[in-house]
């Protein structure tokens, strides 16, 4: 088991893609998501719903490639996507207490979860850059 990738240990794309349907579903009814921003809460009402099977696609390859599967992630970066929704470091961590739930939803081991809320936290500056320069 020491030799498996992450993405082996989470049980590959199938069980990634369960959690991050789940996962995703879970952020449409938050308001501390919703009223993050103007920007993130129009495109919360107006564009999410829309694209959001499009959107779970993108964010299982993203897990899968973080994660050191055979999938590739290869959409827009990550900063580039979320900078206009101006996301502020609390409505990341909101998201990641959802991410660190769904994950415990699906009993997925400790060292794993870790791993992946590490590979989630790591990127926190990238999603949440627009939120600091819209306050400059």
């Known amino acids: 088991m020491a030799d498996q990738s992450l993405y082996e240990r989470l049980g590959g794309v199938y069980a990634i893609a369960a959690v991050i349907d789940r996962f995703s579903d879970s952020l449409i009814n938050d308001p501390a998501i919703q009223n993050g921003s103007p920007e993130l809460r129009e495109w919360h009402t107006v564009t999410f719903r829309q694209r959001l099977p499009g959107l779970k696609f993108l964010r299982t390859l993203w897990v899968c490639d973080v994660a050191g599967g055979p999938f590739k992630y290869t959409a827009q970066p990550l900063d580039d996507a979320h900078f206009n929704l101006h996301i502020s470091p609390e409505v990341f961590d909101v998201v990641a207490g959802h991410l660190a739930q769904t994950l415990d939803e699906f009993n997925v081991p400790e060292r794993e979860k ?18 600091r320069a819209a306050s400059q």
Not at 114 to 131: D, P, R
């Open 114 to 131: 870790q791993e992946v809320l590490g590979a989630f936290a790591a990127h926190k500056g990238e999603v949440t850059a627009g939120a």
